[in-house]
């Protein structure tokens, strides 16, 4: 069963998570409100513990071989997985790991493409390998640094996924003329008062003239790109 978005199908994410909290206040702000209330984007949040292996809600054990730190058993990831799959099939299933492939606009690009993508967060030392083995279709992670669990991770996710889906921004070109959209930085943007504490707006922004408009925000994208980040210019 198919619904149709202007351009192409709804989106539906289904995240996994011991901490459902953490991800349902980021799903009920701003664009990604919007994009659920216009119908383009449905995100489901499951509580992992519902497939817990007993009445104390465990989820998670001991390391074979030995160490700190508890992980994400089996069982109980291979059930909700499951029962997902029983109801759909998925385009992706993420893991968000800190030793995944690193966010980048170009993987976000490509999966807000897809209809169907499932979500695991993992917590503590992580989930058993073997789930990654033989669920797991993409490893994400969003940066070099260590966060507690998957969860703020999956909401970077589904925010820069969102706001891709046709519709979801007013303005559809808007998402177009992002910094990384073409491996350039956005330019500098400004508003009223043309001056404030003598502080003034560049000229060519108050020219009117659009070839020179954009003529300065193409320089200006340039120019905080090669002093920002020049690798990015290496990478097109
Ligand atoms: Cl996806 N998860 C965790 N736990 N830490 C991270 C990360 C993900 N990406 C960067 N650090």
């Given amino acids: 069963m198919l619904s149709f978005r202007g351009w192409g199908i709804i989106m539906r994410i289904?995240?996994?998570?011991?901490?459902?909290?953490?991800?349902?206040?980021?799903?009920?702000?701003?664009?990604?409100?919007?994009?659920?209330?216009?119908?383009?984007?449905?995100?489901?949040?499951?509580?992992?513990?519902?497939?817990?292996?007993?009445?104390?809600?465990?989820?998670?054990?001991?390391?074979?071989?030995?160490?700190?730190?508890?992980?994400?058993?089996?069982?109980?990831?291979?059930?909700a997985i499951e029962e997902l799959f029983a109801e759909r099939n998925y385009d992706e299933v993420i893991y968000l790991t800190p030793d995944g492939e690193m966010l980048e606009q170009k993987i976000a690009n490509s999966l807000s493409l897809k209809e169907n993508i499932m979500m695991i967060c993992g917590h503590y030392k992580g989930i058993d390998e073997r789930i990654r083995e033989h669920f797991v279709t993409k490893e994400i992670s969003i940066g070099n640094y260590v966060l507690s669990g998957g969860e703020l991770a999956a909401a970077v996710l589904v925010d820069c996924i969102g706001r891709l889906i046709p519709g979801v921004l007013n303005d559809e070109t808007s998402a177009l003329f992002d910094s990384f959209q073409d491996n350039l930085l956005a330019p500098p943007v400004y508003t009223r008062p043309e001056d404030f504490r003598g502080w003034k707006v560049p000229d060519a922004l108050l020219s009117g003239n659009h070839r020179l408009i954009e003529e300065w925000r193409n320089e200006q994208s340039l120019k905080r790109t090669r002093e920002r980040r020049p690798g990015l210019l290496e990478n097109q």
């Fill in 14 to 79: 289904d995240i996994i998570s011991v901490l459902p909290e953490l991800l349902e206040s980021p799903m009920q702000h701003s664009i990604m409100k919007r994009a659920q209330e216009k119908g383009l984007l449905k995100v489901h949040i499951h509580y992992l513990r519902k497939w817990a292996v007993n009445e104390y809600g465990q989820v998670d054990d001991y390391q074979y071989g030995g160490g700190a730190g508890m992980v994400m058993m089996c069982e109980p990831l291979a059930k």
